[in-house]
């Protein structure tokens, strides 16, 4: 079972960047699409963005758009998120998780790791 481990997080003011990283161990996750997600106070965790290592192709919620970047290290087996232009309300614990299409979104597949916390000052 792939063990995931989430780095990066901290505390930027409003219009600053961040990038977090997933860093996988057990298995290789090459073989799954992998996405972020992020759980704010008092809301459920919802997705965020998602990358497919076949084909490099990429998703992301809305809200986000322009602003993330969803990439990945095959040799690493690390899934990175780079966040531009940082908000107050993208505060929030951030979370991978390997990811499956189900028809009506990205839905997590394996075990929660951590989580890694963005905290973005106005």
């Known amino acids: 079972q792939v063990q995931l481990v989430e780095s990066g997080g901290g505390l930027v003011q409003a219009g600053g960047s961040l990038r977090l990283s997933c860093a996988a161990s057990?298995?290789?996750?090459?073989?799954?699409?992998m996405g972020w997600f992020r759980q704010a106070p008092g809301k459920e965790r919802a997705f965020v963005a998602a990358?497919?290592?076949?084909?490099?192709?990429?998703d992301y919620a809305n809200s986000v758009k322009g602003r993330f970047t969803i990439s990945g290290d095959n040799a690493k087996n690390t899934v990175y998120l780079q966040m531009n232009s940082l908000k107050p309300e993208d505060t929030a614990v951030y979370y991978c998780?390997?990811?499956?299409?189900?028809?009506?979104?990205?839905?997590?597949?394996?075990?929660w790791g951590q989580g890694t916390q963005v905290t973005v000052s106005s």
């Open positions: 990358f497919t290592w076949s084909g490099g192709s990429t």
């Open positions: 998780n390997s990811v499956g299409w189900y028809g009506a979104g990205w839905s997590p597949i394996g075990s």
């Open positions: 057990g298995r290789t996750v090459g073989g799954y699409s």
